[in-house]
């Protein structure tokens, strides 16, 4: 930490920087909450997603028990095809998006496959879109926690270590500056009374 000067500008310093961390702290703390905000949402959306995956994991297993029949290759039956990411600024902080989701069906003759087979394609599209936008909302969950993290970490500083720090350098050079004032006051009354006796004599 520099050592700060016991002076008048040095006061006057010390008390413009402790303004502006006044002023900026309230700002970074709301930031930090509605980053929070947002994180709350994303993990909404997350448990929305696993809700909706298992939901669709339950539908298939009660209309399609026919799965269990092992002759049935269903292997690479649905793919994704192509996946374009975007992304969106959400108070700072930028978070990938799902911009474009291509899913190809495997080519099958419609006589050699069972009737079942196309509700099946529905809902493994759906599966892999799920499945997708829940590792997209995991990315977004960190991204989130990290910002969260930084922006409390800079609240910390603010609020912990540099307002208090600033608050105590103050305090140190108006105390400084009012013992050299009382020790000029002192000097200049016993030079006074020294003219004074000189006077005398």
């Avoid at 079942?116 to 590792?135: G, H, K, M, Y």
Wanted: proline share 3%; hydrophobic share 40%; no cysteine.
């Amino acid at each position: 930490m520099a050592k700060v000067s016991l002076s008048k500008s040095s006061l006057s310093q010390q008390s413009q920087q402790l303004k502006s961390y006044q002023q900026f702290l309230p700002s970074l703390d709301m930031k930090r909450k509605q980053l929070m905000g947002e994180r709350a949402r994303e993990l909404a959306e997350r448990r929305a997603l696993e809700a909706r995956l298992e939901a669709l994991k339950q539908r298939v297993a009660e209309r399609l028990p026919m799965l269990a029949n092992e002759e049935i290759n269903l292997d690479t039956l649905v793919q994704v095809e192509q996946v374009e990411l975007g992304r969106e600024n959400r108070m700072g902080t930028w978070l990938p998006t799902l911009a474009e989701l291509r899913i190809a069906v495997r080519p099958y003759g419609y006589l050699s496959k069972p009737h079942w087979i196309e509700p099946l394609i529905d809902s493994l599209r759906e599966a892999l879109r799920l499945r997708l936008q829940l590792r997209l909302a995991e990315q977004r969950l960190a991204l989130l926690d990290q910002a969260v993290r930084t922006v409390t970490q800079r609240v910390n500083l603010f609020d912990k270590v540099l307002i208090p720090r600033t608050r105590a350098n103050i305090k140190r050079i108006r105390i400084a500056l009012s013992d050299a004032e009382r020790a000029a006051v002192v000097r200049s009354k016993i030079a006074k009374k020294k003219r004074a006796a000189e006077g005398l004599g």
